[in-house]
């Protein structure tokens, strides 16, 4: 789990160009691609809070490989506009926008930055009607590093755009 994409190309490639006598091993493509697609669908899991099942695993591997690759490149996307600062007339419309650009940005821990200052889901929500993005943000825990970490980078943001404002206090 946690393993990047690239770095698991990498890894096998390393291995595949090494003399057997060093540990090389061949790894061919669809190899590659298939742990890739395995790493993914663990990670994956993992983050969102669902059992593992290899047997789901194994019956859709094919449709695994393509979300790892499509995965891969949506996080290389840039991240929303950072948003203006504060106006307490524009509450609303600023809360949203901070709200939307730490969604944008993917936390070390592979999870929107958003998860800092989500908010509790309504108790008639069912876990199955959230999507993907949003059963990351409501499973990733609200202690330990990880949250220590994210939580001085959202306040160095709100600080940054309240700065000079009257909510600078």
Known sequence: MNWEYKDIRFLLENLSNRP???GGQLFGDRRIKELQALAWFLTDRSRRGL?????LYQ???DTYIQFANIDSE???DEAADKPEKLKYVDWNKWEESVYIYLYSIIAKSG???SYVIRKDLDDDVEWDSLDRKMQQIHNAPLEGFSINIDSTRVLTLLKELCLDTEAEA
Do not use: M, Q, Y
Not at 51 to 55: A, N, Q, S, V
């Open 20 to 22: 057997s006598t060093r």
């Open 59 to 61: 019956s859709e591997a």
């Open 111 to 113: 999870v929107p930055l």
């Open 74 to 76: 949506i996080n290389k």
């Open 51 to 55: 059992p593992f099942g290899l047997d």
